[in-house]
C-alpha cells in the first residue's frame, strides 16, 4: 500500500516524538538511587512477601502505597532491586503516584 505523500514525511516525526514521551514517561517512573519510592508487587505471593522482603534489604517502611497492596519505602535502590525483582516487585518512583508531596 502506497501512503500519501504528506503522510510519508510525518510518520518518522510521530514515531520519533512518541518514543521521546515515552522515554520521558519512563525516566519519570525509574526510582531515585536512595530515598522514598513505591513498592508495586505484581502477583498474590509478592503482595504477602512484601514487607518483609523490603525491610531484610535495609528499606524502612514508611506508609501503606497508592494502589492496592503497595507500600511507600525509604531505601536504596541498588540493594533492593535484585531481592524485588526476583519476587515480582517493581520499585517506580514517589512522583509517578505523587506520594513524595509534602503535606500542608
Known sequence: MKLVA???CI????GQCGLI???LLGLYAV??????MVLLPLTDGARRALASIAIANGA?????GPWTGSLLVEGRRGEL????????????????????APTR
Open 6 to 8: 504528506p503522510y510519508r
Open 11 to 14: 510518520l518518522p516525526l510521530a
Open 21 to 23: 514521551l515515552f522515554g
Open 31 to 36: 526510582p531515585p538511587t536512595s530515598g522514598r
Open 60 to 64: 524502612r517502611l514508611v506508609a501503606k
Open 81 to 100: 532491586a535484585p531481592a524485588l525483582l526476583r519476587r515480582g516487585i517493581v520499585a517506580l518512583s514517589t512522583q509517578m503516584s505523587g506520594c513524595g
